[in-house]
């Protein structure tokens, strides 16, 4: 069974994930915002070898520890093309536009995905789904019915759209298309905040009861 641990990290609270079965086995690391020593050392408290950081996006509170996490433990970064180069552009990635924010530029990523995909970590499956809206290359990873959706879902709401990128329309079609149609009992960590499901989503997110209304 996948083991799942949250860290709250960086000046906007950000939900860094990590995932393993067992300590001293493999690790996935999911989002690494910044200063993410309590991540970094809990990794090494479990002695594990950090196979995958997955990015369910690459906005600046995502991606503003991606660099100490890769550099740590030797990692590959996964990505979707769509924003492969937000990754180096601080404009792109957000983090020139808030006033006495550090600015962001980290490294290519090792793969870059397009959605759709199956990735074999922790001797399991997880479904990559391209779920645009809150940025164009969002994207959702999901094993089981664990479902970490990034800033697409949260508990009671959904992603911004006013930023670069961002669509409203869109966000909500990747909502009701990709993950409406989950299972009620799939658990969501979102990038920000609590953990919900998509039962309790359905039943009473106002976003979420105005579309499936629709």
């Known amino acids: 069974m996948i083991q799942v641990e949250r ?38 408290e479990l002695k594990l ?13 995502h991606i503003g520890g991606l660099e100490e996490v890769r550099k740590a433990f030797g990692a590959p970064v996964y990505i979707h093309q769509l924003e492969e180069d937000w990754l180096d552009s601080p404009e792109k990635n957000g983090s020139t536009l808030f006033p006495g924010m550090e600015t962001v530029s980290c490294r290519p990523a090792e793969k870059v995905l397009q959605g759709g995909e199956t990735l074999h970590l922790l001797g399991e499956t ?32 959904i992603g911004r759209t006013d930023l670069p990128g961002g669509d409203h329309q869109t966000l909500l079609r990747s909502i ?14 979102s990038g920000h905040g609590p953990v919900t499901t998509i039962g309790q ?14």
């Open 7 to 44: 860290f709250v990290l960086g000046p906007v609270m950000t939900n860094a994930y990590l995932l393993y079965k067992e300590a001293g086995g493999q690790g996935v690391v999911i989002d690494p915002g910044s200063s993410p020593n309590k991540l970094m050392e809990r990794i090494q």
């Open 49 to 61: 070898d950090v196979e995958a950081i997955l990015l369910t996006h690459a906005h600046f509170d």
């Open 126 to 157: 997880f479904d990559v789904t391209h779920t645009p809206g809150h940025s164009p290359g969002s994207v959702s990873y999901r094993w089981n019915t664990l479902l970490f959706s990034g800033d697409v879902l949260f508990a009671g709401g």
């Open 176 to 189: 009701h298309d990709h993950l409406m149609e989950l299972p009620e009992e799939t658990t969501v960590y």
């Open 201 to 214: 989503e359905q039943e009473s997110n106002p976003f979420i009861t105005g579309i499936l209304g629709s």
